[in-house]
T-cell receptor
Framework: AQKVTQAQTEISVVEKEDVTLDCVYE???????LFWYKQPPSGELVFLIRRNSFDEQNEISGRYSWNFQKSTSSFNFTITASQVVDSAVYFC??????????????????FGQGTRLTINP | KAGVTQTPRYLIKTRGQQVTLSCSPI?????VSWYQQTPGQGLQFLFEYFSETQRNKGNFPGRFSGRQFSNSRSEMNVSTLELGDSALYLCASSWAGGYQETQYFGPGTRLLVL
């Protein structure tokens, strides 16, 4: 069965520090997508990145970077030079192709428990 | 392009009542999914609709139901509310609900059951 684990419940750092949020997933499927979302206090989930299971290239977007390692089933997220505005809850999520094949096109996201990140000034 | 909108944003109900939440997807998106977020259970998938048909359902009791209209707008209904139904209900939309697609979320409806 699919499962996403974010072992870090809460992280607190001082502004400008680098911080890495861990995400480990379990799936029996060979084709899947991984996502990261940010949830600010307003509640809306904001999409950050999508990565498919065949693309293990790391990705960098400004101060954000993602490290996908299939060998360890991990998809970690690093914020470089953190800022107070980065404070939020971050969720990692998994979407399997297998589920989509059983029920054509019916996507279902499985989320981790989230990591609450607090950046202190 | 306008994002996903949800109404109402906040709702207070009492046990035993029923509630209807509404979601308007991003223009052109035909798949709408609903998720429940609670402190204890986290984010859990409720159901997904495409072309007015429910294609997938999570592990929730029959008190939770939904529907989708021809314009892709969706509603979810919870009957006979229980205290444990207090949660943030999030709606998400995508083009066709494929496993590879990105789901875009609305601001959610915060439901408090007293």
């Amino acid at each position: 069965a699919q499962k996403v684990t974010q072992a870090q419940t809460e992280i607190s750092v001082v502004e400008k520090e680098d911080v890495t949020l861990d995400c480990v997933y379990e799936t029996r499927d060979t084709t899947y997508y991984l996502f990261w979302y940010k949830q600010p206090p307003s509640g809306e989930l904001v999409f950050l990145i999508r990565r498919n299971s065949f693309d293990e290239q790391n990705e960098i977007s400004g101060r954000y970077s993602w490290n996908f390692q299939k060998s360890t089933s991990s998809f970690n997220f690093t914020i470089t030079a953190s800022q107070v505005v980065d404070s939020a809850v971050y969720f990692c999520a998994l979407s399997e192709a297998l589920a989509g094949r059983r029920i054509q096109g019916a996507q279902k996201l499985v989320f981790g428990q989230g990591t609450r990140l607090t950046i202190n000034p | 392009k306008a994002g996903v909108t949800q109404t109402p944003r906040y709702l207070i109900k009492t046990r035993g009542q029923q509630v209807t939440l509404s979601c308007s997807p991003i223009s052109g998106h035909r798949s709408v999914s609903w998720y429940q977020q609670t402190p204890g259970q986290g984010l859990q998938f409720l159901f997904e609709y495409f072309s007015e048909t429910q294609r997938n359902k999570g592990n929730f009791p029959g008190r939770f139901s939904g529907r989708q209209f021809s314009n892709s707008r969706s509603e979810m209904n919870v009957s006979t509310l229980e205290l444990g139904d207090s949660a943030l209900y999030l709606c998400a939309s995508s083009w066709a609900g494929g496993y590879q697609e990105t789901q875009y979320f609305g601001p959610g409806t915060r439901l408090l059951v007293l």
